[in-house]
């Protein structure tokens, strides 16, 4: 059956470093994969989507890289803020009525 | 641009009576709109696909009689719980996707519902 898994511990990093989200996936073929983030009590919110012909993708401090063959994304996060804890979901889509599979999301904590 | 509302934000009802909550893109046009529920500490999950002016495609194991999803505009989704149990208690997310195209969903901010 389908599956997506992410980081499965919450990740907590020290403000300025690189935090990077793992998402890894199987039987499944997406056409493209989108990273949204998430804060208590409130709906996701896009952030970037990558495209089965697309390696790499970036948007000012975040940085998504797409391996179809491990069949997984890697969401980096640089010089991270504390702002920046949420927890951050990645979603599977294919051309077929834009339906999204979404992963468990991972916590991330942006220590000062 | 690429706002979506809900409402009500927080619901409480008794066991029995039916919840309407409404989904509205605020600056663009949905054809298609989608229904998540989510419960603490987990993923999304998808409910049912919603079609301006067609019926809505649930997914497996969503009874289509208890949810009742009306999109009648190209703004306009809502969801019906009916006859609301407390295990329908949760937090009812809808998202849509611009008419003109375009794989981004643009979430609402969800609806918290709790069942008594």
């Known amino acids: 059956s389908q599956k997506i898994e992410q980081n499965s511990e919450a990740l907590n990093i020290q403000e300025g470093k690189t935090a990077t989200l793992t998402c890894n996936y199987t039987?499944?073929?997406?056409?493209?994969l989108q990273w949204y983030r998430q804060d208590p009590g409130r709906g996701p919110v896009f952030l970037l989507l990558?495209?089965?012909?697309?390696k790499e993708k970036r948007k000012e401090r975040l940085k998504v890289t797409f391996d179809t063959t491990l069949k997984q994304s890697l969401f980096h996060i640089t010089a991270s803020q504390p702002a920046d804890s949420a927890t951050y979901l990645c979603?599977?889509?294919?051309?077929?009525?834009?339906?999204?599979?979404f992963g468990q999301g991972t916590e991330l904590s942006v220590k000062p | 641009g690429a706002v979506v509302s809900q409402h009500p934000s927080r619901v409480i009802c008794k066991s029995g009576t039916s919840v309407k909550i409404e989904c509205r893109s605020l600056?663009?046009?949905?054809?298609?709109m989608f229904w998540y529920r989510q419960f603490p500490k987990q993923s999304l999950m998808l409910m049912a696909t919603?079609?301006?002016?067609?019926?809505?495609?649930?997914e497996q194991g969503v009874e289509k009689d208890k949810f009742l999803i009306n999109h009648a505009s190209l703004t306009l989704s809502t969801l019906t719980v009916t006859s609301a149990h407390p295990e329908d208690s949760s937090f009812y997310i809808c998202?849509?996707?611009?008419?003109?195209?375009?794989?981004?969903?643009?979430f609402g901010p969800g609806t918290r519902l709790l069942v008594l």
């Open positions: 998202s849509a996707t611009r008419t003109s195209g375009g794989e981004t969903q643009y």
């Open positions: 039987n499944y073929s997406p056409a493209y």
């Open positions: 990558i495209r089965e012909n697309e």
């Open positions: 979603a599977l889509g294919t051309n077929q009525g834009g339906k999204l599979i």
């Open positions: 600056d663009f046009q949905a054809t298609t």
């Open positions: 919603s079609n301006e002016g067609s019926k809505a495609t649930y």
